[in-house]
C-alpha cells in the first residue's frame, strides 16, 4: 500500500508539473486564446495542487468517528471548492473580454496589434 | 461578541444588493443620492471602529463563534482601521465625482462600486490567508468591471493585460498559500506565525519559499518593480473616478506586504524571520527611480499621475522597508495623504482633460481652458502636495520618512534616491503645468475628429477634488495626533505577540 500510495503522489506531482508548465507556456502566447487556455490550465493545476495538500490517503473516513485511526483532511476540499467556483467565474470573464477585445480591436492579438496574419484575413474578407 | 468588526464588510455588501434590485425601480438620481448615504454610514461605520481602536486593543470576530484557529476570524487593529478609514472616505469623494455622469451608460456602477468597498474592506479586516485571498478575488472582479466601464479600446487592451496578469497572480497565491498549509497545517494569520516560528529544519526551504511566492503576489498588486507595467495602462486608460478608487488599490499590496512580513514572518518569527528583509528596500527604490523616469517620459497628463503612483508605491515600500517603528509610522501616515492626493490628480486630470477639447490630456500646448485660474490654482496645489514640497502634507510624510532613515546603514541610498525622485518630479510636474496653463494658444477646438466637447469645469466636479485636497490640508493640521495614531500602529505591529494572543487567547503552557 505504501508503494502504491508513493507511485501515486508521484504521478500526481508530474500531473500538476507538466499542467502548469503548459499553462505557462500558452499564457505567454500572442494570442488571446492560447492565453485563456493557458490561464485555465494553470488554474487547473492550481485546484489539483491545492486538493492534494491534505496529502493523499487510502480508505480514510471523511468526518471524525471515535473508532477512526485518523480522518481525510476536509478543509483542502473546502479550499478547493472555493478555489474552483472563483477561477470559474474569472475564465467565464476573461472569455467574455477576449471577445469583446476581438471586436474593439479588430484583432485578437493581446496588444491589440494587426499583424501579418491579420492583414491576410482583412484582405481575404475584402475580397469574399 | 462585538458586531462593529464585521459591520464595514457587509454593510457595502447590503448596499450592492440593494442598489442591484433596486435599479428598475428607482431613477438613476435616487440611486445615486442612496449610494452616497450608503458611503457615508460607512464613513460612521468605520468611524466607531476607530474609537474602538484607539487604546490600542485588538478586536477580534470569530464567524459562526467558531474558536479560532479552526473557525474564520475578522481582526481590527489600528493598521486596519486606518485602511478602512483612508479607503472610505476616498471612496465617498470618487463617488461624489462620479455622480457628475460618469455612472451614467453603464447599469451596474453603482453596486459594482459598493462591491469593490466590500472587497477592500474584507481584505484590510481578515486575519484569515485563504480569506485575504478570496476577498482580493471579490475586489479584483469588482475592479475588473469598473476599470471596462463604458468600454473603448484603449480601456479594453488594458483591462484584458490587467485581468490575464491577475488571474496569473491569483494562481501564484494559491500555490503560496497551498503549500503554507500544506507544510504548517492552518491558515491563520497568528496561528501561521506561530507554526513558522517553530518550522523544523528540514521544512525550513518549502516554508520560505511559499512566503517569498506570497511577496511576488503581493508585490503585483503593489505594483513593485519589475511587476508594475501593468499600472500606467490601466489607470491612465480607465474613467477618472474609477481611477481615483484605485488609488487605494496598490496600496491593498503594501498593507498586506506589511502584515504578512510583520506578523508571519516577522522580527519575532524565528527561523524564517525577517524573509524579504533583503529584497523589499532595493526594490522599492528601484521602483521610486524606474516611476520617476516615467513621470518625466510620460506624454499625457493621466499617465504622468499613474507614474506618480509608482512613484509613491515605491516611496511607501522604502518607508515599510527601513523596518522602524519611526518609518513605518510615517509610511502610515504618507500612505493617507498619497492616496487622497493621487485620486484629487486623476479627477483633476479629468477636468483639464474634458476642458481641452480633442486635445484632451496630452502635454502639447493648446487653447485656453475656461475658468483656467481655478483649475490652475488646485494644479498647483495638488502638484505642491504629490512632489512634497512645503506646507502641505507631502512635505511632512517625507520629512518624517527622511528623519526615521537618518540613523540608518542605508541612510545614503534612501536619501538619495528620495530627494533625487523628489527632484524630477516637480521638475515634471513644473513643465506639465506651464505646457497646459501658460503656453494656452490658439481657440478651443470644439469639435474634432473624435467629436469630443470642450466642457468647462463646474462646482460639481471640482468641489470632490477641493474635499481631497481639504482632506490633505487636514493631514496636516492634525499632523501630531495622527502621526502619534500612526506610530502606535507601528509600534502594534512589531509586536506581533500582541496580535498573536489576542487572536488564539493566552498560551495554554
Redesign the interface.
Known amino acids: 500500500m505504501l508503494e502504491e500510495l508513493s507511485s501515486m503522489e508521484a504521478l500526481i506531482a508530474v500531473i500538476i508539473g507538466v499542467l502548469t508548465a503548459c499553462?505557462v507556456y500558452l499564457?505567454l502566447r500572442a494570442r488571446?486564446f492560447p492565453?485563456v487556455i493557458g490561464?485555465t490550465l494553470?488554474?487547473y493545476?492550481?485546484n489539483l495542487?491545492?486538493f492534494i495538500?491534505?496529502?493523499l490517503t487510502v480508505g480514510l473516513p471523511a468526518v471524525i468517528s471515535d473508532q477512526a485511526a485518523g480522518y481525510a483532511d476536509p478543509?483542502?476540499q473546502a479550499?478547493v471548492l472555493?478555489?474552483i467556483v472563483?477561477?470559474f467565474?474569472?475564465t467565464a470573464?476573461?472569455i467574455m473580454?477576449?471577445l469583446?477585445?476581438r471586436a474593439?480591436?479588430g484583432t485578437d492579438q493581446?496588444?491589440?496589434r494587426l499583424d501579418a496574419e491579420d492583414a491576410r484575413d482583412a484582405r481575404g474578407g475584402e475580397h469574399g | 461578541m462585538n458586531h462593529e468588526v464585521i459591520a464595514p464588510v457587509l454593510f457595502p455588501l447590503f448596499a450592492a444588493t440593494l442598489l442591484l434590485l433596486l435599479r428598475r425601480v428607482m431613477p438613476l438620481r435616487t440611486r445615486r443620492s442612496l449610494n452616497l448615504v450608503a458611503l457615508v454610514i460607512q464613513i460612521l461605520l468605520v468611524s466607531v471602529l476607530v474609537k474602538s481602536v484607539l487604546g490600542g486593543e485588538i478586536l477580534v470576530y470569530a464567524l459562526g463563534n467558531w474558536p479560532a484557529p479552526y473557525g474564520i476570524v475578522m481582526v481590527a487593529d489600528r493598521l486596519s482601521v486606518w485602511m478602512l478609514l483612508v479607503t472610505s472616505l476616498l471612496a465617498f469623494f470618487a463617488m461624489l465625482y462620479a455622480v457628475r455622469g460618469t455612472d451614467a451608460g453603464s447599469r451596474h456602477f453603482h453596486p459594482l462600486f459598493q462591491l469593490q468597498l466590500f472587497g477592500l474592506s474584507g481584505a484590510f479586516l481578515t486575519g484569515d490567508l485563504f480569506n485575504l485571498f478570496v476577498f482580493f478575488e471579490i475586489l479584483l472582479l469588482a475592479s475588473y468591471a469598473l476599470l471596462l466601464h463604458r468600454g473603448g479600446a484603449n480601456r479594453v487592451r488594458a483591462g484584458l493585460h490587467f485581468v490575464a496578469l491577475n488571474l496569473a497572480g491569483s494562481t501564484l497565491f494559491l500555490f503560496a498559500v497551498g503549500t503554507l498549509y500544506a507544510i504548517l497545517g492552518t491558515l491563520n494569520m497568528a496561528d501561521l506565525a506561530v507554526k513558522a516560528a517553530a518550522t523544523p529544519p528540514e521544512n525550513l526551504g518549502v516554508v520560505r519559499a511559499a512566503g517569498l511566492l506570497l511577496f511576488v503576489v503581493f508585490a503585483l498588486k503593489a505594483a513593485l518593480i519589475p511587476l508594475y507595467l501593468w499600472l500606467p495602462a490601466a489607470y491612465s486608460s480607465t474613467s477618472a473616478p474609477v481611477a481615483a478608487l484605485f488609488a487605494i488599490m496598490t496600496k491593498v499590496g503594501a498593507y498586506s506586504i506589511l502584515r504578512v512580513y510583520t506578523l508571519i514572518f516577522g522580527a519575532e518569527a524565528g527561523p524564517v524571520a525577517n524573509l524579504i528583509g533583503p529584497w523589499l528596500l532595493p526594490l522599492a527604490l528601484a521602483t521610486m527611480a524606474i516611476g520617476t523616469l516615467g513621470v518625466l517620459a510620460a506624454h499625457e497628463l493621466r499617465r504622468q499621475v499613474a507614474y506618480l503612483v509608482v512613484v509613491s508605491v515605491g516611496f511607501l515600500l522604502t518607508a515599510f522597508a527601513l523596518g522602524t517603528e519611526a518609518s513605518i509610522g510615517a509610511g502610515l501616515y504618507y500612505l493617507a495623504h498619497t492616496t487622497f492626493a493621487a485620486a484629487a490628480f486623476f479627477l483633476l486630470a479629468d477636468i483639464i482633460a474634458m476642458g481641452r477639447g480633442t486635445l484632451a490630456d496630452r502635454l502639447d500646448p493648446g487653447p485656453i481652458i475656461a475658468n483656467a485660474n481655478l483649475v490652475g490654482a488646485l494644479f498647483f496645489i495638488t502638484a505642491i502636495l504629490v512632489t512634497g514640497l512645503p506646507p502641505l502634507s507631502g512635505f511632512v510624510g517625507k520629512y518624517m520618512v527622511l528623519s526615521a532613515a537618518v540613523d540608518l546603514p542605508s541612510m545614503p541610498w534612501v536619501f538619495g534616491v528620495i530627494l533625487t525622485a523628489g527632484l524630477f518630479g516637480v521638475i515634471a510636474l513644473a513643465r506639465s503645468g506651464s505646457l497646459l496653463f501658460y503656453r494656452a494658444e490658439g481657440p478651443i477646438e470644439r469639435t474634432g475628429a473624435s467629436g469630443r466637447h470642450a466642457i468647462g469645469p463646474n462646482w460639481g466636479r471640482l468641489l470632490p477634488v477641493i474635499g481631497l485636497l481639504l482632506l490633505c490640508v487636514a493631514l496636516v493640521v492634525w499632523a501630531g495626533p495622527l502621526f502619534d495614531y500612526t506610530r502606535a500602529t507601528a509600534e502594534q505591529l512589531l509586536q506581533p505577540s500582541l496580535y498573536i494572543r489576542a487572536v488564539l487567547g493566552e498560551p495554554q503552557s
Open positions: 499553462g499564457a488571446t492565453v490561464l494553470l488554474s493545476a492550481v495542487f491545492l495538500t491534505g496529502r478543509l483542502p479550499l472555493t478555489a472563483i477561477s467565474a474569472m470573464f476573461i473580454l477576449a469583446k477585445a474593439e480591436l493581446v496588444d491589440g
